[in-house]
């Protein structure tokens, strides 16, 4: 029977599994190194990735599925009946949200699409996309699809751990977090994305400040209604689950996903983040 189908897009990092299970019809973006290479993001080797960037003269870069990789997901699931609720990573970091409009303009699809700015990247862009596809699960048409995850927009709150604003200086997305650009690459910034930007919100002088403060947020976020929570990391596996015990013990809840932001974040935040999103649960219900 035809219904709503949610697509998303590999910056939100959810678990392969996860996704499978909640329908999540997700496109991968790319990475291309200075030798002429393109991968999939979820084809790139993290490790080889990040250590091309601290050796290469030409970085490399990264790019949005393209409007065609979007006309061929969405083609078949207009011809199929259903309808699409397309959710991706914030129009102020990415052109995306832009390929799939023109998508969907090029299918002449009307309503039937239905693109969603997330505002967000991460464990904020997954927590909304669930959102959504649980919505759509429940059998809800397509505009209350579209507004559930608006309204996940609207209540979640996302914050992040950087080593250091090296990788944010030198890709260039560093937004209002460049006041802080100088000595503070000493520093471990903390920020949060605000308006669809990372922004700045902290800085520490040490990695386990750090840590004790995004316990800190989460302490915050639980006090004023939030329980469902994501966690997430790049290269950096042992400290992910140390805030996974610790925000466990806050929320008293299990985290909805826990996983490890690919390159085409990882580009511009480096290794060594840590992350936490947190919205209230009754938006996944």
């Not at 697509?7 to 599994?17: E, G, H, K, M, Q």
């Amino acid at each position: 029977m035809a219904g709503v189908v949610v697509v998303s897009d590999s910056t939100a990092y959810l678990p392969r599994r996860l996704a499978e299970v909640n329908g999540v019809h997700v496109l991968s973006q790319y990475v291309h190194f200075g030798d002429g290479r393109q991968e999939p993001e979820d084809e790139t080797d993290l490790d080889a990735f990040f250590e091309e960037m601290r050796a290469a003269e030409e970085l490399p870069t990264t790019s949005h599925p393209t409007t065609d990789d979007f006309e061929a997901a969405y083609r078949p699931l207009l011809d199929a009946g259903d309808d699409v609720v397309s959710v991706h990573i914030s129009s102020t970091l990415s052109k995306t949200c832009e390929a799939a409009r023109e998508a969907a303009a090029r299918l002449d699809a009307g309503d039937r699409v239905r693109v969603i700015d997330s505002q967000s990247a991460g464990a904020g862009l997954g927590l909304i996309t669930l959102a959504a596809a649980r919505r759509a699960s429940a059998g809800e048409r397509s505009e209350r699809v579209a507004a559930s995850a608006e309204d996940a927009r609207r209540e979640l709150k996302v914050w992040f751990a950087l080593d250091t604003l090296e990788f944010l200086k030198r890709g260039g997305r560093i937004g209002p977090a460049g006041a802080w650009i100088g000595a503070t690459l000493r520093v471990k910034p903390i920020l949060t994305i605000e308006d669809g930007q990372m922004t700045p919100v902290e800085r520490v002088r040490t990695s386990e400040r750090a840590f004790e403060r995004i316990v800190d947020y989460a302490r915050q976020r639980h006090s004023s209604g939030a329980d469902a929570w994501a966690v997430q990391h790049v290269r950096s596996p042992e400290e992910a689950e140390r805030l996974v015990d610790s925000c466990r013990a806050v929320f008293e809840t299990d985290p909805v996903f826990v996983s490890e932001i690919g390159a085409v974040v990882g580009a511009h935040t480096g290794p060594g983040l840590i992350g936490l999103g947190a919205m209230p649960a009754r938006l996944l219900t």
